[in-house]
């Protein structure tokens, strides 16, 4: 299958994140993408080829039309502050306070739009923002015009992203952005296949009262893992949308018989939807070897996904989202796709 891959992704680079008591390196940084795009080219998976620049108009379909104004001002209001480093937010809209009043000063607005520290700016963030939704909608072009399967490279991540916020590494959602893509162009129904370790808090805030698009998430416990705040298996979709939210929360230690099972009643549930297309938010930080994460799976597992979500026979788009083992990134991520080929 062919590989869209933009080295714009690499501007985003020495932001840094909020963990365990203090302020570090973000682990979401640009070798990651170069690892994989590596294993992409070892492996002979295909072609890599650059994206088209896509009206960001394709984004305002699923996300606020404010939010999407808000990104590219970020980095500019920053530095007309006096500010260098990572730009984030430290105060959030929580209950009890106002969330309907949009503030004025940068900081304010920051928290304004997210929902953790997880996603902070530096120079080069929006234009990788940018070439991360261009690939994405590039390679979603592929699909529909008849390709079996394609790899949307995409960095940063998109699926802790909602409709008007950011958090988690993501900024823009590529994925609902290529599902909402492909409902625009003629398919009825498209499922979202989420197989990152986090729970796709985004793509779900999005499509929740949806019937058009079915969403299955296969992730750590909410109860125990970030983002905590969304993700349990009572969550089922609101109005037309319910029953097209399916959550499959998970324990700690879950390693490749736990998953499985849950991939395999995912699929169940895919294949009862009937969708023209499918879209795979492709984390592989279910990874036994992940800093951040708790699941084990091995370099082994990633394959059998692969094999497993060609048997559903269907067009499919991949789109990179975690996975944070530096060294083994690439061979999980490529992993799935040449099982996929098999
Ligand atoms: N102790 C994606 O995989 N920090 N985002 C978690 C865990 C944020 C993950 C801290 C993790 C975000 C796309
Ligand atoms: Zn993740």
Redesign the pocket.
């Known amino acids: 299958m062919k590989t869209i891959f933009s080295p714009l992704h690499a501007g985003h680079a020495g932001q840094m994140e909020l963990i365990s008591g203090g302020l570090v390196p973000g682990f979401e940084k640009p070798s990651r993408a170069e690892y994989i795009r590596a294993r992409v080219e070892a492996e002979k998976l295909g072609p890599i080829l650059p994206p088209a620049e896509h009206d960001i108009a394709a984004a305002r379909r699923v996300h606020a039309a404010d939010y999407i104004d808000f990104l590219p001002t970020v980095w500019p209001e920053w530095e007309k502050a006096g500010r260098s480093g990572s730009a984030f937010g430290f105060t959030w809209p929580t209950r009890g306070l106002r969330a309907d009043v949009r503030p004025k000063t940068i900081d304010a607005l920051l928290g304004y739009y997210s929902f953790d520290a997880g996603a902070s700016f530096v120079a080069g963030t929006w234009t990788a923002i940018k070439s991360s939704f261009d690939v994405a909608l590039t390679a979603a072009g592929l699909v529909k015009d008849g390709e079996r399967a394609a790899f949307a490279l995409c960095r940063p991540p998109g699926h802790h992203a909602g409709a008007a916020f950011m958090g988690g590494y993501c900024f823009i959602n590529n994925a609902a952005v290529a599902a909402q893509f492909f409902r625009d162009r003629g398919a009825a129904k498209v499922s979202i296949l989420d197989v990152?370790?986090?729970h796709g808090n985004g793509t779900q805030e999005i499509f929740y009262a949806r019937a058009d698009v079915q969403v299955l998430n296969l992730h750590g416990d909410p109860m125990t893992e970030y983002p905590f705040f969304l993700g349990h298996a009572d969550e089922k979709g609101s109005g037309d949308g319910e029953g097209f939210n399916v959550n499959y929360p998970m324990p700690f230690g879950t390693a490749w018989d736990g998953w499985s099972a849950s991939l395999e009643d995912a699929c169940a549930r895919l294949e009862a939807y009937r969708p023209d297309v499918v879209v795979v938010s492709l984390?592989v930080?279910t990874f036994e070897k992940d800093p951040i994460?708790q699941f084990k799976l091995k370099s082994e597992d990633y394959p059998k996904i692969g094999r497993r979500i060609a048997k559903l026979g269907l067009p499919t788009l991949f789109v990179m989202?975690?996975g944070y083992a530096v060294e083994e990134i690439g061979i999980n991520a490529v992993g799935v796709l040449t099982g996929f080929e098999q």
Do not use: A, N, W
């Open positions: 990152d370790y986090h984390g930080d994460s989202e975690g």
